[in-house]
């Protein structure tokens, strides 16, 4: 029997076993961004211990910066945390990709872009979403501070295997339906608890097809399936990609790829469980709850209670009802929306504003609608700036910003207010995720977001487009 | 670094309602802004707690017949999104020293275990039995024996509950912060640095 992806870069970075069981791991690449390393750091100063590999951690700046006037004097204790993260990076000999690197940016953006995210290695990053990097082929976790200290010391972590699930997407995707809906779809159908315990190996023609950003995209939301990591296997497109890029290795490159292509999944691998799903089935698709599982198709109507199956599931259903302050039964279409945001790390790539940009140009943002669009790195600016994409956004009514995490979690001045609904390309919509207590989320593909801007409520970004038949980019 | 080994924990209990409770729920994001966890317990649940004008809600935390309660009882997938540690170090300095729940998202449960929280699951049934226990005399004292793998209340309830061996084993011998053990394996991870090529 053959090994999966995750099975072969697993026994290979394995380093031995702990006394309770668990594995030690080797994590080769270790990310960090100033929100939750500074804990760790201070943790390794009390034990008197130094950076391990100093040259496998890579830092930057994402979570807290502002997204208008980046050097500007900013909330003090923003400042503070950026202030931490320069000297521990300083102290500890750690590559910081700072606001006037040029590099900046969403920490799972920037590791794609330098080629720092490799096939069939192991990344670990303080940050839930660090299953982005699985696109590449990598085992990705995401890891809790204290585990951050155990990289910084150790370079490895004390882990349990996850078993492998291989989700398995064929056939064509309809008009308008993209990377985005696929996760939402994968997510709405196997539940925000379905993958515990699982890595999602994300296989079938669906995933062949995607570019490498669209791959992002979909394995960023793994863990709002409950899974640690997931990833797809490594092609030619992932060799194409990571071609030339600053931290890729060129002195013997066929060499380098073919051994990166040695880590896709053996045709006989072992799979713990395998879903099989019909991309022909899939539509945009949109959340209308406070779970990133409570997804719904443009077309569907908000779920009623009366209808759940289950007390449980009634119970649930009527939270989320009343959070988001939406009626039982009715079409999901046509709420009314105060903020879109266009960013984050599931959708904040070159690719995202271009297929936005393709469709925006003569159409405006709805009165009273506030848009903004984020870069998820300094770099994506700039390859938006070559292409004249922030124009064509701006024309259109939307606020082009600097890049970071914005409006994902608003840890920065760009915050819903009071009960503000946002139709959000980001992956969250948790009670108070988009910083008010009460503001609501709809996540949704950027080309939904922007449909939704350009009427000021949720709309079918088909309908209000007039996509052609062939303007699938899968 | 010899730990103390976790082998039960007790006190008074509440209930928090509701499956998938999630970290930003349990820590909102703009209490994150700080660079050491001290202070971060008077935030947990924050934005349940208290409404848009800071007045207490008629959250459970704020029910003073569960003041000073160190055992957390929840529902489906606790600790589920983000992976902020800062989460379960916020319950913990707000007081808690144990969780029981139907179940836990896995690095939610990984911090709490390194922090020497148990966090253990029990049946639908069990938990229910034990909320009204709870509900009834909110002052009963609920046990969690990680050694046993059982819970225990004052009123009588004993039933069993679940965690990984790992955390188990981990807790009970003192090893639920694994970092000493991870430094004693220094050969065995410049091998593996070497022979992957990572340096
Ligand atoms: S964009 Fe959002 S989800 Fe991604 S790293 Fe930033 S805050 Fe986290």
Known sequence: MGKSLFQKVWDNHRVGTLADGRTQLFIGTHLIHEVTSPQAFGMLRDLGLKVKFPQRTFATVDHIVPTVNQDAPQDPLAAAMMTALRDNADEFGVTYFDLSSGKQGIVHVVGPEQGITQPGTTIACGDSHTATHGAFGAIAFGIGTTQVRDVLATQTLALEALKVRRIEVNGQLPPGVYAKDVIL?????????????????????????????????????????????????????????????????????????????????????????????????????????????????????????????????????????????????????????????????????????????????????????????????????????????????????????????????????????????????????????????????????????????????????????????????? | MPLAPVTQVSGRAVYIPGADIDTDRIIPARFMKCITFDGLGEFAFYDVRFDEHGQKTGHPLNDPRFAGASILLAGLNFGCGSSREHAPQSL???????????????????????????????????????????????????????????????????????????AREALVSGRWDPIQELLDNVAAIDAKAVELHYV
């Open chain 1, 185 to 474: 779809h994968i997510i709405r159908l196997l539940g925000a608890r379905g993958g515990i315990g699982y890595a999602y190996e994300y296989a079938g023609d669906v995933f062949a097809r995607m570019s490498m950003e669209e791959r992002m995209t979909v394995c960023n939301m793994s863990i709002e399936g409950g899974a640690r990591c997931g990833y797809v296997n490594p092609d030619a497109k992932t060799v194409a990609y990571l071609r030339g890029r600053p931290y890729v290795d060129m002195t013997d490159f066929e060499a380098t790829a073919a051994g990166w292509l040695a880590f896709a999944s053996d045709a006989d691998a072992h799979y713990d469980d395998i879903v099989r799903i019909d991309a022909a089935a899939i539509e945009p698709t949109v959340t209308w709850g406070i779970s990133p599982d409570q997804g719904i198709a443009i077309s569907e109507m908000i779920p009623d209670p009366a209808a759940a199956a289950t007390q449980g599931e009634r119970d649930s259903i009527v939270e989320a009802l009343a959070y988001m302050k939406i009626p039982a039964g009715a079409p999901i279409k046509g709420v009314g929306i105060d903020v879109a945001f266009i960013g984050s790390c599931t959708n904040g790539r070159l690719s995202d504003f271009r297929e936005v940009a393709k469709y925006l140009r003569g159409h405006k943002v709805a009165p009273g609608v506030t848009a903004l669009a984020v870069p998820g790195s300094q770099i994506v600016a700039v390859q938006c700036e070559q292409e004249g994409l922030p124009q064509i956004f701006r024309d259109a009514g939307f606020e082009w910003r600097d890049a970071g995490c914005s409006m994902c979690l608003a840890m920065n001045p760009d915050k819903l207010v009071g009960d503000q609904l946002c139709a959000s390309s980001s992956n969250r919509n948790f009670k108070g995720r988009q910083g008010s207590s009460t503001g609501r989320t709809v996540l949704m593909s950027p080309l939904m977001v922007a449909a939704a801007a350009v009427r000021g409520s949720i709309a079918d970004a088909r309908e209000v487009f007039a996509l052609e038949p062939d303007a699938s980019i899968v």
């Open chain 2, 92 to 166: 913990r300095k707000y007081g808690f020293n144990g969780v029981i729940a139907e179940s836990f998202a896995e690095i939610f449960f990984g911090n709490s275990t390194t922090l020497a929280m148990p966090c253990v699951i029990a049946s639908a049934g069990d938990l229910a039995a034990l909320r009204k226990e709870v509900d009834n005399d909110p002052a009963t004292v609920v046990t969690i024996d990680v050694v046993a793998r059982r819970a225990r209340s004052a009123g009588g309830l004993d039933f069993p509950v679940t965690l990984p061996e790992s």
